[in-house]
């Protein structure tokens, strides 16, 4: 029975939402990141009020570092219980990849769906261009899924623990922020989506640019 | 001698410097190749 | 490289210095109180800046280069040039953000206002100080070359992001006073062009020669190590 790559891809993807769901230690372990740090954050600006340029970067630094913590242990999982073979053997890299990417892009979502509410309660924005607030946040994830998969493969490799991840992935995921910071600045000075078209152009083409290079490069980081 | 000519003068000292300890790294690795030829 | 041509790097250097001090003309800014314009003579400060960017994009654009062809077929001596180019790469940074930083600070008086190319340029050495912590957690030689390569590319791939979209993006978001940015070529008579490209040269020259060095070393200790 020969699987095309997109059963092989789903494979992966599910093969990974089940164990979430049994464990939730992502998931979980990214919410918890992430509440605390947005509480943190909050809490130290005390009742203070800030203007929208501050919220957007507080939205974003929170986001980042959730997401540096939640999606570092990807493929670590596979080396501590001994499945790297198994998946080596079960799927084509790209397969393995794409799967990684698609549950990296599901943790994101659901920490952009908590987050979001949570932000609106601890530091409220009067009014917002909501739509604009997504697409930034949508293309945001994309673009962080993609790179941060290809470097969480290549930490799990090196056989490294500890903050290498961090260290590796945070600089080149610097455009991400930036553009992302924008595009939500002017999301929460309610302006329209064309205004935030240099911003959207950068999370648009660095999604597609880390997508196509981890692409190419994965299988150079899988094999051994 | 105003301060730009001290400036300059400064950074040729240095350059003079960099030059030199350049120079010497590149002596001392054609002398180990020579060595490990023989 | 023949003896007589590094001596020659060396006097043509000593050369382009002198005349970034001295031959290149005067530039020019306005003087907003007068009505008229001011001599500028920090601008000089440009004539080491600039050469020294461009070879730091030059230097990892080159580093990506041997690191696709190490991922090609491994050698050793392909994995060598790959380090020792990002290794010039960072020291080429280095000189761009800290003739960035004197400049700032004699003109304006801090030595950091988050110009958007300086913090790009800040961001590009943590990435490569990433490339060079995740060499020296590799033990094996072939998968150390095989990893950083990956990420050499990686890095390099966001490069363009952070020199010239990043800034365009920042620049609706703090109107910063980029004076080398404005001034930069723009304004540069052909006399200034020939200091600046001179420079280039120089520079160039310089990494061709460390680059060369770097990776005989290399391969010295490579031979020693399995006498």
């Known amino acids: 029975m020969k699987l095309s790559w997109l059963d092989t891809t789903l494979a992966v993807l599910v093969k990974d939402l089940r164990t979430e769901a049994r464990a939730r230690s992502?998931?979980?372990?990214?919410?918890?990141?992430?509440?605390?740090?947005?509480?943190?954050?909050?809490?130290?600006?005390?009742?203070?009020?800030?203007?929208?340029?501050i919220q957007a970067s507080m939205l974003w630094i929170v986001l980042l570092f959730a997401a540096l913590a939640g999606l570092s242990r990807g493929f670590v999982s596979e080396t501590e219980s001994g499945t790297v073979l198994a998946?080596?053997?079960?799927?084509?890299?790209?397969?393995?990849?794409?799967?990684?990417?698609?549950?990296?892009?599901?943790?994101l979502g659901v920490l952009d769906l908590i987050l979001i509410p949570l932000f609106q309660i601890l530091l409220p924005v009067?009014?917002?261009n909501w739509g604009l607030l997504m697409i930034g946040l949508v293309l945001g994830s994309i673009g962080l899924a993609a790179s941060t998969t290809l470097i969480a493969a290549i930490v799990a490799q090196a056989g490294v623990k500890g903050t290498l991840f961090t260290v590796l992935a945070f600089p080149v995921l610097v455009p991400v922020l930036v553009a992302g910071i924008g595009a939500t600045r002017k999301a929460f000075a309610s302006e329209p989506v064309a205004a935030a078209m240099p911003e959207i152009q950068l999370l648009v083409s660095y999604a597609g640019v880390m997508l196509a290079a981890s692409l190419l490069l994965f299988d150079h980081v899988w094999k051994d | 001698m105003n301060d730009y000519t001290v400036v300059l003068i400064a950074v040729l000292a240095i350059w003079v410097g960099i030059f030199a300890y350049i120079m010497m790294l590149d002596r001392k690795v054609s002398r180990l190749e020579k060595e490990l030829k023989r | 490289m023949r003896s007589a041509l590094k001596w020659l790097l060396g006097v043509?250097?000593?050369?382009?210095?002198?005349?970034?001090?001295?031959?290149?003309?005067?530039?020019?800014?306005?003087?907003?109180?007068?009505?008229g314009s001011d001599p500028w003579p920090t601008f000089r400060i440009v004539f080491f800046h600039v050469p020294a960017a461009w070879l730091c994009v030059i230097a990892f654009?080159?580093?990506?280069?041997?690191?696709?062809?190490v991922l090609r077929g491994y050698a050793p001596e392909k994995d060598d040039k790959a380090m020792a180019s990002a290794q010039l790469g960072q020291v080429f940074a280095i000189l761009a953000l800290i003739s960035g930083m004197l400049w700032a600070w004699r003109d304006w008086g801090a030595l950091w206002n988050w110009d958007p190319r300086q913090s790009s340029v800040l961001i590009l050495t943590l990435i490569y100080a990433g490339y060079f912590t995740l060499r020296s957690s590799i033990d094996d030689p072939e998968k150390r070359a095989r990893l950083a390569g990956v990420y050499s590319i990686l890095a390099f791939i966001t490069v363009p992001f952070l020199i010239f979209v990043v800034p365009r993006v920042m620049h609706t978001l703090h109107p910063s006073p980029v004076i080398p940015d404005a001034q930069e070529k723009g304004s540069m008579n052909t006399d200034m062009r020939v200091v600046l490209y001179s420079g280039v040269f120089c520079y160039l020259g310089l990494f061709a020669w460390v680059m060369s060095i770097r990776t005989r070393i290399e391969a010295v200790r490579r031979r020693l190590s399995t006498r």
């Open chain 1, 26 to 53: 992502a998931v979980g372990s990214v919410l918890l990141f992430s509440v605390v740090t947005l509480t943190a954050v909050s809490y130290s600006l005390g009742g203070f009020a800030i203007d929208a340029d």
């Open chain 1, 87 to 107: 998946l080596r053997l079960a799927a084509p890299p790209t397969s393995v990849y794409l799967g990684k990417f698609l549950f990296n892009l599901f943790l």
């Open chain 1, 126 to 128: 009067a009014s917002a």
């Open chain 3, 12 to 35: 043509a250097t000593a050369a382009f210095i002198v005349a970034a001090f001295t031959w290149a003309p005067e530039m020019y800014r306005p003087n907003f109180a007068t009505g």
């Open chain 3, 61 to 69: 654009l080159v580093s990506m280069i041997w690191s696709i062809k």
